[in-house]
């Protein structure tokens, strides 16, 4: 149990970790928070301990550094509407929560990383953007570009999208992500695939990718012609210093941009096709 000023370190823990624009090792957290207030490091390593033990936050480990972050192994929410959830816990949720249930795994898309939560939250935008939610329902069709989990695809038809496919090279991310569907009671739904971006016919509603910018740039026209008039797309895994020039592309001639947002040095677009 956590005393009332242990608490409100507790608070001012997760504050700090949650609104910090990059990844925070114990150093820089101490330096963070001896900022605001006067704290012992023996009492910040403690709460760290306990918050660590209580599933609060975990330990990630890049680059030969160890990171505070929050703990996706317990309910979170990532948005407004969105909450994800630990497959085979229990979670009531409230009436207007869309709950996204995900097994632990290998494949990129767990909820743990920025560029995630950012194309959730850039999906939770589209189905809440009146210039979009008229035209979705049961003949609105998704597309997810390097599918991983499968979580933006199932976001996708949770919202209000008709059926989705989601494709990636890799078989472990494709396997992860049909059981990930399954387990949302999307199955029937969802396609998950292995074909080619370049093989892929027809038009779409909407399309997410979460790729890295370089892909994303090539991409261009493909995502052209994958869309019509009215279709929207988030795209996701960019970081700040490439987010210029990306909108400058996708905003010259097809698409209009709806929304950024940044998390950590991510950023994070919603385009609408003219």
């Known amino acids: 149990m956590f005393s009332q000023d ?3 370190l507790r608070d001012d823990i997760l504050d700090a970790v949650a609104a910090s624009p990059e990844f925070l090792t114990f150093g820089k957290l101490e330096k963070v928070l001896k900022s605001r207030i006067k704290i012992k490091r023996d009492d910040l390593k403690s709460a760290v301990d306990e918050l660590v033990s209580a599933g609060e936050l975990t330990y990630s480990y890049k680059h030969g550094c160890s990171f505070l972050e929050k703990s996706f192994e317990k309910p979170v929410r990532i948005s ?12 009531p949720g ?6 996204i249930k995900m097994q632990s795994g290998i494949s990129f898309g767990r909820g743990d990383h920025p560029t995630t939560r950012l194309g959730l939250r850039g999906v ?3 189905f809440e953007d009146t210039a979009f939610s008229g035209s979705c329902g049961i003949n609105s069709t998704a597309l997810d570009i390097g599918t991983g989990s499968g979580i933006l695809a199932i ?4 919202f209000g999208a008709g059926r989705a496919t989601g494709i990636d090279t890799d078989p472990c991310a494709r396997k992860e992500a049909v059981e990930n569907a399954g387990i949302n009671g999307l199955g029937k739904r969802i396609e998950i695939s292995d074909m080619p971006v370049e093989k892929i016919k027809g038009q779409f509603s909407i399309i997410t990718a979460n790729l890295r910018c370089p892909t994303l740039i090539s991409l261009y026209p493909l995502m052209v012609k994958l869309t019509k008039k009215g279709s929207m797309l988030v795209l996701s895994g960019i ?3 490439e987010a210029k020039d990306l909108c400058l592309l996708y905003s010259k001639n097809h698409f209009i941009m709806r929304r950024e947002e940044r998390e950590k040095e991510w950023s994070a677009f919603v385009f609408r096709r003219i």
Do not use: F
């Open 6 to 8: 242990a608490g409100r």
């Open 80 to 91: 407004k509407r969105i909450v994800l959830v630990p497959h085979r816990m229990k979670y």
């Open 94 to 99: 409230g009436t207007d929560d869309l709950v």
């Open 124 to 126: 939770e935008h589209v």
């Open 155 to 158: 976001a996708c038809v949770l």
């Open 239 to 241: 970081k700040i210093s």
